[in-house]
């Protein structure tokens, strides 16, 4: 395997256990690895950018292994992947990761998850890229899922990378040996029953807390072939899943069903 170009970020912040295993994983493998990543958690931002305030970036490699370029910046996880391409290197990556995130992106997750901004970043400038995710809060042996990272994102990258692919990989909360089989999955559909408990701060002020518990729609149709499991479902297995995904959204639907928007009442038809 050729030494790579690797840009790593992710949205738990530059002092994060997750980012710090996968770079030095890439690093140890003889990758030339630069880090740019936000310099504190900004988990489900999305794909948020600043526009109104200026970014900072400072360096940051005394926090990760032996021979990495790291920065950490003040914005969002897509900015520190924007700010990376177009004025921190001074050669483009090869190849983007983002992660390991320190919890489960799996399901309807992706539309929320910076770690999945970030690497989609990279997918629309051109790059490939691989998301990847711890499927557990609390689970802190980061190693596993870093090698299983690597060994996909180098194999994807010596086949032929298709074009336009988000890689989005999730590694299930167990010992190496224990994770199950790699497998090709759908994106399942998850809702979030939101919760907001409503608090006073000391001066007696109304507060909001966005809390939430999480739904998985099996019943749901969802995209893919039939004979792939969700993402779900496999990582609830033991499995690692991995699922191509694409910036594109345009809707799944029956186009050949829609109205003629010229027939449409004037109150919904386009202004002029």
Same mark, same amino acid.
């Given at each position: 395997? /050729?030494? +790579?170009?690797? +840009?790593?970020?992710?949205?738990?912040?530059?002092?994060? %256990?997750?980012?710090?295993? $996968?770079?030095?994983?890439? #690093? =140890?493998?003889?990758?030339?690895?630069?880090?740019? &990543?936000?310099?504190?958690?900004?988990?489900?931002?999305?794909?948020?950018?600043?526009?109104?305030?200026?970014?900072?970036?400072?360096? #940051?490699?005394? +926090?990760?292994?032996?021979?990495?370029?790291?920065?950490? &910046?003040?914005?969002? *996880?897509?900015? &520190?992947?924007?700010?990376?391409?177009?004025?921190?290197?001074?050669?483009? *990556?090869?190849?983007? !990761?983002?992660?390991?995130?320190?919890?489960?992106?799996?399901?309807?997750?992706? !539309?929320?998850?910076?770690?999945?901004?970030?690497?989609?970043?990279?997918?629309?400038?051109?790059?490939?890229? $691989?998301?990847?995710?711890?499927?557990?809060?609390?689970?802190?042996?980061?190693?596993?899922?870093?090698?299983?990272?690597?060994?996909?994102?180098?194999?994807?990258?010596?086949?032929?990378?298709?074009?336009?692919?988000?890689?989005?990989?999730?590694? *299930?909360?167990?010992?190496?040996?224990?994770?199950? /089989?790699? =497998?090709?999955?759908?994106?399942?559909?998850? =809702?979030?029953?939101?919760?907001?408990?409503?608090?006073?701060?000391?001066?007696? =002020?109304?507060?909001?807390?966005?809390?939430?518990?999480?739904?998985? %729609?099996?019943?749901?149709?969802?995209?893919?072939?039939?004979?792939? *499991?969700? %993402?779900?479902?496999?990582?609830?297995?033991?499995?690692?899943?991995?699922? /191509?995904?694409?910036?594109?959204?345009?809707?799944?639907?029956? &186009?050949?069903?829609? /109205? %003629?928007?010229?027939?449409?009442?004037?109150? $919904?038809?386009?202004?002029?």
């Amino acid at each position: 395997m /050729p030494p +790579l170009r690797i +840009l790593i970020s992710n949205d738990d912040g530059v002092f994060a %256990d997750g980012i710090q295993a $996968l770079a030095a994983e890439a #690093a =140890r493998r003889g990758h030339r690895v630069t880090v740019v &990543c936000p310099d504190q958690e900004r988990s489900a931002t999305g794909h948020g950018l600043t526009l109104q305030t200026p970014l900072r970036a400072e360096r #940051a490699d005394e +926090l990760f292994a032996p021979g990495v370029t790291a920065w950490a &910046c003040s914005g969002t *996880p897509s900015d &520190c992947v924007k700010l990376a391409l177009f004025r921190l290197l001074e050669e483009p *990556p090869q190849l983007v !990761l983002s992660g390991i995130n320190h919890g489960p992106n799996l399901g309807t997750d992706v !539309l929320y998850s910076g770690t999945v901004s970030a690497a989609m970043e990279g997918t629309i400038e051109g790059f490939p890229a $691989l998301a990847v995710s711890s499927a557990d809060f609390h689970w802190r042996q980061f190693a596993p899922a870093a090698r299983i990272a690597l060994d996909v994102a180098e194999s994807l990258w010596q086949e032929g990378w298709p074009e336009g692919m988000l890689l989005n990989l999730n590694v *299930p909360p167990r010992e190496g040996a224990a994770i199950g /089989p790699l =497998r090709w999955c759908r994106t399942a559909v998850r =809702r979030y029953v939101d919760q907001f408990d409503r608090r006073e701060d000391p001066r007696g =002020r109304t507060y909001y807390w966005l809390a939430g518990e999480v739904v998985d %729609d099996t019943e749901a149709p969802v995209a893919g072939p039939g004979d792939w *499991p969700t %993402d779900v479902a496999w990582v609830a297995g033991g499995g690692a899943s991995l699922t /191509p995904l694409q910036p594109e959204l345009f809707w799944r639907g029956d &186009c050949a069903a829609l /109205p %003629d928007p010229t027939l449409l009442p004037p109150a $919904l038809a386009p202004g002029p």
